[in-house]
């Protein structure tokens, strides 16, 4: 059975097969979600991202948690928003991709931030709308597979969003 959980906390914490990590370009740290998962996962991450060769936006690169209680880490580079009309299809593709990549390597537990609703801008109701609907297509898509998401928010704003979404 399929699950969809919305839930405040630091995403560096959950308890899932797998955490999402909204990189950059580069996949080798940055501010925000990108550098706490890269300060929690310690300095493997770093070692083991230096060997992808960066990620293009809406793509997904999968490594090891390291010192996360999650066993692995998607990557996912989101869009810097513009307000143009690729920015949901870019982002839908960032949740679709991980959830794929995810579903590749047997897991069946993942945990998402608001990807690109920090420092690229992407208006968080917006984009929880974007990536709500996309999980759920997914799920729907993939109904016999047994995928646990984890909407990890990092504030009430975000909690907020999602929640008027699913309700």
Same mark, same amino acid.
């Given at each position: 059975m399929n699950t969809i959980k919305i839930q405040k906390m630091d995403i560096t914490q959950a308890?899932?097969?797998c955490i999402v990590n909204a990189a950059n370009k580069s996949l080798l740290g940055g501010g925000? &979600?990108?550098g706490a998962i890269h300060r929690a996962?310690?300095?493997e991450l770093l070692a083991e991202c230096r060997t992808l060769h960066g990620c293009e936006t809406g793509q997904a690169k999968i490594t090891k948690g390291y010192n996360l209680k999650a066993k692995y880490v998607i990557h996912t580079v989101g869009p810097i928003y513009s307000g143009r009309e690729d920015d949901?299809?870019?982002l839908r593709d960032c949740y679709i991709n991980?959830?794929?990549l995810a579903k590749a390597n047997g897991l069946h537990s993942i945990a998402f931030p608001?990807?690109?609703t920090g420092v690229y801008g992407?208006? &968080?109701k917006e984009a929880a709308e974007v990536s709500y609907k996309a999980v759920t297509d997914w799920l729907t898509e993939n109904a016999d597979y047994g995928m646990d998401v984890l909407l990890a928010c990092f504030?009430?704003?975000t909690v907020e969003a999602y929640r008027s979404i699913s309700e």
């Open positions: 308890d899932t097969d925000g &979600v990108d996962a310690g300095p949901p299809m870019l991980s959830l794929n608001a990807i690109s992407y208006p &968080v504030n009430d704003k």
